[in-house]
């Protein structure tokens, strides 16, 4: 009788680990950037424009709005490029992009695509310079 208490206890804790270790947060590789050459001024700024600025501009319609990053103002968009608590992978502002970390941005409308969250993140990786 104890020995089988000792099996199946065994196989309880095994299938625990494994169940623990499937659930695991896993954040896998580190990015890489698929593009050096990007630029802010010409690559990255017209997708900020384009798609930030109606909300995150101190001259956008709710600049008083408490966590609003400015992108107009080069140093504040800097701030958002901290790694997010999400997945240390990615800057708060990629992660917010990809919907990794909440809230998703552009907020309530359409996401960016991969391709355009694959530029600003590549600045990103060769150090975000403003240039």
């Not at 089988?4 to 309880?12: F, R, T």
């Not at 954040?27 to 802010?40: A, I, K, L, T």
């Not at 992108?71 to 708060?92: G, R, V």
Request: charged share 20%; with cysteine.
């Amino acid at each position: 009788m104890r020995t089988s208490m000792h099996v199946y206890s065994v196989i309880i804790l095994c299938a625990a680990g494994a169940l623990f270790n499937n659930c695991a947060y896993h954040s896998g590789e580190e990015p890489v950037p698929s593009n050096r050459d990007v630029r802010y001024s010409v690559d990255v700024k017209p997708i900020l424009i384009k798609h930030c600025y109606s909300c995150h501009t101190d001259t956008s319609t709710h600049p008083d709005r408490s966590g609003y990053a400015f992108f107009n103002d080069f140093n504040e968009l800097k701030k958002e490029l901290k790694p997010s608590t999400a997945n240390t992978a990615y800057t708060i502002l990629v992660a917010r992009l990809k919907y990794i970390e909440s809230p998703g941005m552009p907020y309530k409308q359409t996401p960016l695509s991969d391709s355009l969250i694959q530029v600003i993140q590549d600045w990103i990786l060769i150090g975000a310079p403003e240039n």
